[in-house]
């Protein structure tokens, strides 16, 4: 590993923000331990910079939402314009119109919008809308999906494997508190598999709700749901009378202009936007038909909430959606990604490394296995063991990957030529090094 890279201030910070905040962070997810927990001076562009000074090619982006880059001074520059509203007043603004119609012009299925702060926020009231909506209480989930911490979503798929190598699924909550009964409410079904939602449907889609899905799956390896699939649950959607509910939390303004909707082909009826949508200032979206947002009121569900289309966040989101609508930023976006993929599986190939790469350039994810992964089980049969040894000496060496395999690289519009080049000749040394310490120990 790198001799030089050292981050005894962020070791040190841990020890003393542990006292104050569990696992010494603000977000579960956040939190590597004690000894790899990183903490962040500032980011610009494609590049973060921690507390010890060292320098980081970013591909988390946190998560997703940086997709102009860090620190983006048009977008930096609107959202302080938006500070001359004074806050939020428990009224509405006149931008709110224009960034709903912004998003309707870009996205096909989309004539309504409501605006909240988080992914969690609008997943919640999306999945409360379709059940007032439809006078049901039931939803169907996909294995390996993710849709923020609101109860009934958090709900994460488990592995088992054999001696055999056999792969036992079972859906679990994220943690404790999150209450039992709810597992009642909903069945969690394979991606690509239309026959497994079919006879879910067929038992109980008279309960049902909506399908709550992430077209490819951006929390378990970019798993891309296949074309004839789509068409099927669409279709078995429209004859149970089931609301398509399609997550756009990490592909909405990136994967297309119009979302995964607009890369796949599909429409959905309701769908949630976030991460991408404001370049990093908390805010987030449902939308969808008409007929079903219109029922959003005190006849039909609630939403709402004092910090709905925060004037600051609200004006960050007019202005990264018009550059995303408006100029060439998310081909260059998906250039870039195609550009990375094609110069790590040269590295790759040439060392007979096994891979292949999923879901869209933008968002890759990269799996040690022949063939295309198409569902969780997919990514549990995989040898992600040796992402995790890759991505450990990749984030030694100044490029920031995630270290569970199952987030994708997330590009932005400023990853540039340096960082592309930074990158190839980094993982180039990592990946030896991965290859020379497991010949060494088989
Ligand atoms: N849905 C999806 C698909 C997500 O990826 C996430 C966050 N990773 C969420 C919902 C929750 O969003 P947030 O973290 O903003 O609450």
Redesign the pocket.
């Known amino acids: 590993m790198s001799d030089r890279y050292q981050i005894k201030k962020s070791n040190a910070h841990y020890a003393k923000a542990v006292n104050r905040l569990p696992l010494g962070v603000s977000s579960n997810y956040r939190s590597w331990g004690p000894d790899e927990t990183l903490y962040i001076s500032h980011g610009k562009g494609a590049r973060l910079w921690d507390i010890d000074g060292n320098e980081y090619v970013d591909y988390r982006l946190g ?2 939402p940086a997709i102009l880059g860090y620190g983006d001074d048009r977008v930096d520059a609107a959202a302080r314009d938006g500070m001359n509203v004074g806050g939020p007043t428990a009224l509405s603004t006149e931008t709110e119109w224009a960034v709903a119609d912004r998003i309707a012009g870009m996205v096909d299925s989309v004539e309504m919008v409501r605006f909240a702060n ?4 609008a ?1 919640m009231a999306a999945l409360r809308l379709a059940r007032s909506y439809t006078g049901r209480s039931r939803h169907i989930m996909i294995e390996g ?5 609101s109860d009934g979503v958090l709900w994460e798929t488990h592995h088992e494997v054999d001696a055999s190598g056999n792969v036992a699924l079972e859906v679990k909550p994220e943690g404790k508190g999150v209450p039992p009964l709810l597992r009642t409410l909903f069945d969690a079904v394979p991606l690509n598999d239309a026959g497994s939602l079919e006879q879910v449907l067929k038992e109980r889609g008279d309960d049902v709700a909506a399908l709550l899905i ?1 077209v490819i799956l ?2 378990a390896g970019s798993i891309a749901s296949e074309p004839a699939y789509l068409q099927h649950i669409r279709s078995l959607c429209d004859e149970y009378g089931v609301i398509l509910l399609i ?1 756009e ?2 592909t909405g303004f990136r994967v297309a202009r119009g979302g995964v909707q607009e890369l796949m082909g599909v429409q959905a009826d309701l769908c ?1 936007f ?2 991408a949508m404001g370049n990093g200032y908390p805010i ?1 979206a449902l939308a969808g038909k008409a007929e079903i947002m219109s029922t959003i009121g005190p006849e039909g569900s609630a939403q709402g909430g004092t910090y709905a289309a925060h004037p600051v966040s609200l004006a960050a989101a007019e202005k990264t959606l018009e550059i995303l609508d408006e100029t060439d930023a998310l081909e260059r976006i998906a250039r870039y990604g195609e550009q990375l993929q094609g110069a790590l599986s040269g590295l790759l190939s040439a060392r007979g490394v096994v891979h292949t790469w999923s879901g869209h350039a933008s968002m890759g994810g990269i799996f040690f296995t022949e063939e295309a992964p198409r569902n969780y089980e997919d990514w549990v049969s995989s040898d992600y063991e040796f992402y995790e040894a890759l991505s450990a000496r990749l984030i030694r060496s100044g490029i920031l990957v995630e270290p569970d395999s199952r987030e994708p690289f997330f590009i932005s519009a400023a990853h540039d030529d340096s960082c592309l080049n930074e990158t190839v000749e980094k993982f180039e040394v990592a990946l030896d090094a991965v290859l020379e310490e497991r010949s060494g120990s088989s």
Do not use: I, P, Q, R
């Open positions: 998560f997703g988080s992914g969690t926020e997943v999906g993710y849709h923020g911490l992430e951006g929390n997550d939390v990490k949630t976030a991460k987030s």
